[in-house]
């Protein structure tokens, strides 16, 4: 068996690269929004520049960008409200999680 080889031709080395650029061709849903799933970049937007740290871990929101101090940020959070997670609210929600799960399995 005989290892295939690359063509040997430099002619896509000489040719020069054409910038990148975005275009959609959707109509925009409206005047006021943009087409949809397309957003252009920013200039100085913090979100479209790679670094080593947004590309190991991704794009995180700190408590500065949001405007809410750390102290506040769990006070403003779902997982604190006892409306949500109270005792009888959790019962509810396992009791409704398992019936989906029967319907699922029966199915």
């Known amino acids: 068996m005989q290892a295939s080889?690359?063509?040997?031709?430099?002619?896509?080395?000489?040719?020069?690269?054409?910038?990148?650029?975005?275009?959609?061709?959707?109509?925009?849903?409206?005047?006021?929004?943009?087409?949809?799933?397309?957003?252009?970049?920013?200039?100085?937007?913090?979100?479209d520049s790679l670094d080593a740290t947004v590309l190991q871990y991704g794009w995180r929101d700190t408590a500065d960008d949001i405007g809410i101090s750390e102290s506040r940020e769990s006070a403003a959070?779902?997982?604190?409200?006892?409306?949500?997670?109270?005792?009888?609210?959790?019962?509810?929600?396992?009791k409704t999680l398992w019936g989906r799960l029967r319907e699922l399995k029966k199915a």
């Open 77 to 94: 959070s779902l997982l604190s409200s006892t409306d949500l997670w109270g005792a009888p609210q959790v019962q509810g929600y396992r």
């Open 5 to 47: 080889r690359r063509p040997s031709s430099n002619a896509g080395m000489n040719q020069k690269l054409e910038p990148w650029s975005l275009e959609c061709t959707m109509e925009a849903v409206s005047s006021s929004l943009g087409p949809p799933d397309f957003y252009s970049l920013q200039q100085g937007c913090k979100e």
